[in-house]
């Protein structure tokens, strides 16, 4: 897709500097928001069991449950365990028509996640065994490795704690644990 030059391209970075002036919250002591996490994302594919292969078998994530899906007939639910009390959800709709994935509004640009130097490398080191095609880690950061899964859903395997950004800490607990508190 075409990027923003000139005057445009100047234009959202001003845009974009307001915003984090006028909403950025910098506070240390926590968000205060309401809810306790995400429990889980539910996500589209075309075959389940391919699915699950590439979920379970290739990246090692369980399968931990099963189920149809109360909202459509025949249609399966299921959730893999991503570890720390992560869940990922998938739906299969039969009789849809799947198109190819796309960058859009509403859909899935990729799922960031945070893994350690040796799983990383463990990962890279089974996408190259595999033939799996996987941009980075040359692609601006040593830190992230992309991937699509078999519905076309991009993955980022992010070699960064979580709570933290391009080495910086984001969130309250992870600046608390530097000794990094912010007013």
Do not use: W
């Not at 002591?29 to 292969?53: F, K, M, N, Y």
């Not at 290739?58 to 149809?68: D, T």
């Not at 299921?78 to 859009?104: I, K, M, Q």
């Amino acid at each position: 897709m075409p990027q923003p030059q000139g005057a445009e391209l100047a234009a959202l970075r001003a845009r974009r500097d307001d915003l984090r002036e006028r909403y950025l919250h910098r506070s240390a002591a926590g968000s205060g928001t309401p809810v306790r996490g995400v429990h889980h994302i539910a996500l589209i594919c075309r075959d389940v069991e391919q699915t699950i292969r590439f979920y379970q078998e290739f990246l090692g994530f369980p399968l931990v449950e099963l189920v149809e899906n109360r909202d459509y007939n025949g249609s399966s639910h299921f959730f893999f365990d991503l570890g720390n009390r992560n869940l990922l959800g998938f739906f299969d709709f039969p009789g849809h028509a799947h198109p190819e994935h796309r960058e859009t509004i509403g859909g899935v640009q990729h799922l960031a996640l945070s893994v350690d130097g040796t799983a990383f490398e463990e990962l890279k080191r089974r996408m190259d065994a595999a033939g799996v095609e996987y941009l980075g880690p040359a692609r601006g950061s040593a830190d992230s490795m992309y991937i699509r899964d078999p519905n076309g859903i991009g993955l980022e395997f992010y070699r960064q704690e979580l709570g933290r950004f391009e080495g910086r800490p984001l969130l309250g607990d992870a600046r608390r644990a530097l000794g990094e508190e912010t007013a």
